[in-house]
């Protein structure tokens, strides 16, 4: 709830009361229209849930909460409409995004690309794993390196 507040109304003023925050919160939100992204939520408690909701219940027409999350009963929890399941990608797709970053602004070294290969396998088709690491094997340019990962 500080982290919401602290990026709607900026400094949270040194308060640590938290019904005065919660006030501010719901003056600055009133009547406008929003949209508010939390993601990766693991919280699991549905009274938390309930309690953040009727503070964002004064927002405008239209307002909309998008909740990423990795449990089936966080998405439970916070869901007002029939959850959307996220598929992996395909090995293709993860070694498209993986090269993407592994040989940005440089040559595709055959061998390279062949232990890229059996990294990716290893992603699960997790589109961040495959970002991060290609991002990570950028500045790898030795085969023993890649072959360590």
Known sequence: MDAIIEEVCGNASGCVELEP???RLRETLSGKRFLLVLDDVWNEDQEKWDKLNIKLTC?????????TARSEK?????GTVPTFHLACLSNEECLSSFKRRAFRGRAEHPNLVAIGKEIVKKCGGVPLAAKA???MMR???EEKEWLYV
Do not use: D, E
Not at 59 to 67: L, N
Not at 74 to 78: L, P, R, Y
């Open 21 to 23: 925050l919660q006030c």
């Open 59 to 67: 927002g405008g027409k239209g307002s909309i909460i998008i909740v």
């Open 74 to 78: 966080v998405a439970w929890i916070t």
């Open 133 to 135: 690491l290609g991002r």
């Open 139 to 141: 500045f790898k340019s």
